[in-house]
């Protein structure tokens, strides 16, 4: 149970809701697709090859296929981090938009500025330690996610039994199933595999469980089971309030609250969750700022970053990656204030991170799958059963989910070719970091702190503590 609320906690969230919810009852399917072919799979293989190999998705990698392989797979992990706080804050945006005015909601310049100052009071937040962090970060599960998710739910029923119109169709077989208009018509079911991501990031627990070879695998279709639960009847409960093709990317929630809200004469009572979820939001973002970059800094140790970029202050926080970090997410923001519309922005930035994350995932599917062949010697706390259909499973659907990626969904207002090259450039300048700073390494990079110890195997070495996504434990 344990493990399981750790995975559901790691991974679930509303940010990604309104997504799916224009596709009504098939918007389970579309949950079901991916948690079947990708979450599991994700979860099952990272934890044979955390229980195998300490150090995180850079050491497992490493192992599989060297140094350079290492470095490109924690890069992406770390870089979908950092594009994915723009989408975050979007998302804050729009909520704190409710509160005082709705219409800035869908004001580009609002969302540009609104990302940039919160982003930044974050970062000074996070410089404070990572304690500081913690503690904020703790409290946003509960306040931001499980109770506007449960409050939506029980608004839903409530409308419907006292006689709300409900924009939910369930009659026909048809309904259950997405309608089919070329790849347009389906590309959305591609953001549900970065509502699926890090699954990996408590598979390093493995080895304190007990019987992981049991153990773990029902911790996995618990926990798969409780984030269906929070992503599915929320989902379903804004396709009940707002008409498909009014419902919009950032503020899908929102809307909804505000027809459930109306109905019982208390339309005021959105604002209040509305400020929860802005509570929920920040807590999260201030949670996240310093943990993915750590296990940036950890590797860089190792000599593969410039002295510059290890530099750290009083309460050991990475500063100049936080800079350098911060820096990305300013230009990302603008992008806000200059394409067509927020929704389009929304969209392109959360399939950029999503792009960025699937390559550090097909990396990893492909290395667990070599290290059966290469270092069977190695032992395993919990070793994955058929790991070559699950693994294939996990790569597969990685590979179409990636290709889908450049495909604009219906519905969104930007030109085809124009969202290609944008999605291709980004990709490119945002994923090349690693192969520039190794070809240019200097033995004077490596530090007498580098982890790579971390490179043993569990079994010759210490159980390692995950306090953060993508860290090199």
């Known amino acids: 149970m344990t493990m399981a609320l750790l995975i559901t906690t790691a991974v679930a969230g509303i940010r990604g809701l309104s997504a799916m919810a224009p596709f009504g009852m098939a918007s389970i399917l579309l949950f079901l697709i991916p948690a079947i072919v990708f979450l599991i799979p994700t979860a099952l293989v990272s934890a044979e090859l955390a229980s ?30 950092v594009v ?61 996610v499980l ?126 969750l509305c400020i929860l979820i802005v509570i929920g939001i920040l807590a999260s973002v201030v949670n996240w700022i310093a943990g993915p970059s750590r296990g940036l800094l950890m590797v860089g140790e190792d000599g593969f970053l410039p002295r510059w970029l290890q530099k750290t202050n009083k309460n050991s926080i990475q500063v100049h990656i936080l800079v350098v970090q911060g820096g990305i997410v300013t230009i990302l923001a603008l992008l806000f204030a200059f394409l067509p519309s927020v929704q389009s922005a929304f969209w392109l930035i959360v399939t950029m991170a999503i792009q960025l994350y699937l390559i550090m995932y097909m990396l990893m599917f492909l290395a667990a799958m070599r290290l059966r ?57 945002l994923g090349c970091g690693p192969f520039i700073f190794y070809r240019f390494r200097k033995p004077a990079w490596k530090t007498d702190q580098s982890t790579e110890s971390q490179m043993k195997p569990v079994a010759a070495a210490s159980p390692a503590t995950p306090e953060h996504r993508g860290e090199v434990e």
């Not at 994915?84 to 219409?103: E, H």
């Open 147 to 272: 109770i506007p998710a449960l409050v939506l739910v029980v608004l839903a029923i409530v409308f419907v039994l006292t006689g709300g119109h409900s924009n939910l169709a369930a009659a026909k077989a048809t309904d259950w199933f997405p309608a089919w208009a070329g790849f347009s018509s389906i590309v959305l079911i591609v953001s549900n595999f970065l509502a699926y991501a890090g699954m990996e990031m408590n598979a390093v627990h493995v080895g304190d469980m007990k019987k992981p070879a049991k153990g773990y695998p029902k911790a996995t279709l618990l926990a798969s089971g409780l984030i269906l639960l929070i992503f599915i009847p929320p989902t379903l409960a804004i396709a009940v309030a707002v008409p498909a093709k009014g419902i919009d990317l950032t503020t899908g929630v929102m809307q909804a609250f505000d027809v459930f809200f109306g109905h019982l004469h208390m339309v005021w009572f959105t604002k209040v």
């Open 373 to 429: 062949k290469k270092a069977p010697e190695v032992k395993r706390g919990y070793r994955v059963p058929a790991m070559r259909l699950v693994a294939w499973t996990g790569l597969l659907a990685s590979v179409l989910a990636f290709l889908l990626g450049f495909v604009v969904p219906s519905g969104q207002k930007i030109n085809q070719l124009l969202y290609v090259v944008a999605l291709f450039i980004g990709i490119l300048v």
């Open 52 to 81: 195998g190999w300490t150090g995180g998705v850079f050491r497992w990698i490493q192992a599989a296929y060297g140094d350079r392989a290492g470095f490109v797979a924690i890069w992406q992990q770390w870089m979908q981090n």
């Open 84 to 144: 994915w706080y723009p989408a975050q804050l979007a998302f804050f945006a729009a909520a704190l938009a409710y509160i005082f005015s709705p219409s800035l909601a869908n004001n580009g310049l609002f969302v540009g500025i609104t990302i940039l100052v919160v982003y930044w009071i974050a970062t000074l937040l996070a410089l404070k330690g990572l304690s500081t962090a913690a503690w904020v970060g703790s409290k946003g599960l509960i306040v931001g």
